[in-house]
C-alpha cells in the first residue's frame, strides 16, 4: 500500500534508468466516485523534463527501487490534451486537500491523503492527522508512516465528490473543464439514499454555494424535502444560487406556505422570477398567501386541504385521500364538507377526522361522521390567538374561514409550533399529516 502524497513528485527513469520526469496526477473515473465496484485509476500524468505531460497508463509503470520506471519510451504515450476528458477526475486538484463528502459519518470532511494499493486500487482517503503529518514528514520518515495504517481511513466506495468544488478547483489550476455529461450532474445513489435531514446537515457543514450545487443534483423531490430541513437563511441563499428553472422545480414540491415564507425573505426580483417560472396553479395558492402578514393565520396557513361533497361515502373519502396524496402528496389531518366541492369558493359545512373515517362502515355518508360545530379562525387573527384554539380545542389544524365564510386554507400544528419556538429551534420535519 502506498499513499498520493509519496506519489507525488516522485521521480520516473526509462528503460536505462534515466531520469525523465516526475509524477504529478492521477486520473480516475468519475463513474468509480462512491461505487461499491473497485476503482483504479486510468493514467498517471507524467510530467517529462521538457514540461511535456503525457498520460501513462497504471500498467505501462512499474515500481523498481523508489522510483517508477516506464516500460517504453516516453513518446509512445499521449499528451495530455488543455482540456481534460470529462469523465475523469484529477485526485490531484479534486480529491487531495479537499473537501468531500463522508457517506459513513454524514459529514464534510477534508482529505489528507489518498491510500492506494498495490495493484493500484484506490481504497479511500485519509482524514487524519497522521496522514498531514505523512505529507510533511522527511523522506526517511516516509517509510515508516506508510506501514502504520490509518484507522480513518474513509473506503473510496463511501465518499462523494463536491461538484462546484470540481469545477473551480480545475480552473483555478489553469484546466478549462469540458462540460459535464447529464449523468455526472447527479450524485451517486449513496448520498441520494440519505435522509433528506441528514444531507441537509453536510449541507451545513459546506460553503452556500457548495451547498447550493447538492441541492441541485438531487432529483426535485428529494431536493425539496432537503430544502425543508434547511434553515431559513441558508435555503434563500441557496435559491438565490440556483438556476432558476431547478429552484422553482423545487418550490414546486414543496408546501405552498413553506414557499410563500420563503420568498418572502428574497429579493422581490427574484422572488417574483421564480413564481413565473412555477406552474401556475401552484404560484396562484402562493400569490394569495404573500399577501398576509407573517404572523397571522392567513400567513401560516397552507393551501393544501381537501374538500369533499358531504353525502360522499368513506370508501370515496378514503379513495379521495389516496388519490390526493399520489399526485400532490397531500397528508391531511381532516376532511371538510360542502355542498358542492366543484366550486372554487366552498363554505364548510364540518370536518370529519381521518381517524373517524378508518374505523367507519365503507358505505356510511360524511354527513353522518362530521362534526358540525367546526373550530374556525380569521385570516388576520394573530399566531397567538390560533395557537390558544389549537390547543385548547386539541386539533391538529384549524380552517381559516375568510369574511364571506369560505375556507381559504389551514394551519396545521406543526406550522403553530414553528411560531412559538425562537428563530434558532425552528425546524422543518417532512409532514406526517
Known sequence: MFYLSQLLGAPVVDQ??????????????????????????????????????????????????????????PERYALQPETPHQEEASLVHEVFDKQIIDLVHKKAVRVNDVSIGDDWQILG????????????????????????????????????LLHSQRISDLEAAGIQPVPAAPEHHTLSGHLSELHPADIAAIIHQLTAEQGARVIERLNDKLAADTMEEVDTERQTIILEDLP?????????????DEVADLLKQLPEERAQMLLHQMK?????????????????????????????????????????????????????AYIYCVEDETLDESHPLGAVSLWDLLIAQPT?????????????????????????????????????????????????VDDALDTLLPAERHRRPQRMY
Open 125 to 160: 482517503i485519509d482524514k487524519s492527522s497522521l496522514g498531514l503529518i505523512r505529507r510533511l514528514a522527511p523522506a526517511w520518515l516516509q517509510g515508516a508512516l506508510t506501514r502504520t495504517p490509518s484507522q480513518t481511513l474513509i473506503p473510496w466506495s463511501e465518499i462523494e
Open 244 to 256: 432558476a428553472e431547478k429552484a422553482a422545480s423545487i418550490l414546486g414540491e414543496m408546501g405552498p
Open 16 to 73: 536505462h534508468d534515466r531520469r525523465v520526469g516526475k509524477i504529478i496526477d492521477i486520473f480516475t473515473l468519475v463513474s468509480q466516485v462512491g461505487q461499491a465496484t473497485p476503482a483504479y485509476p486510468t493514467v498517471l500524468l507524467v510530467e517529462i523534463e521538457d514540461e511535456q505531460r503525457r498520460r501513462v497508463p497504471v500498467d505501462a509503470i512499474e515500481h523498481v527501487e523508489g522510483t517508477w520506471r516506464l516500460r517504453y519510451s
Open 280 to 332: 401556475p396553479e401552484d404560484s396562484e395558492d402562493i400569490q394569495e398567501l404573500l399577501e398576509y402578514e407573517e404572523n397571522t393565520a392567513g400567513g401560516m396557513m397552507t393551501t393544501d386541504f381537501i374538500v369533499l361533497n358531504q353525502t360522499h361515502t368513506v370508501q370515496e373519502a378514503l379513495d379521495a385521500l389516496r388519490q390526493n396524496i399520489r399526485d400532490h402528496d397531500v397528508r391531511i
Open 364 to 412: 356510511q355518508m360524511l354527513q353522518e361522521l362530521m362534526q358540525a360545530d367546526l373550530i374556525t379562525v380569521k385570516p388576520e387573527d394573530d399566531a397567538q390567538y390560533v395557537c390558544g384554539m389549537l390547543a385548547k380545542y386539541n386539533l391538529l389544524a384549524v380552517p381559516v374561514i375568510n369574511a364571506e365564510g369560505n375556507i381559504e386554507g389551514v394551519v396545521t
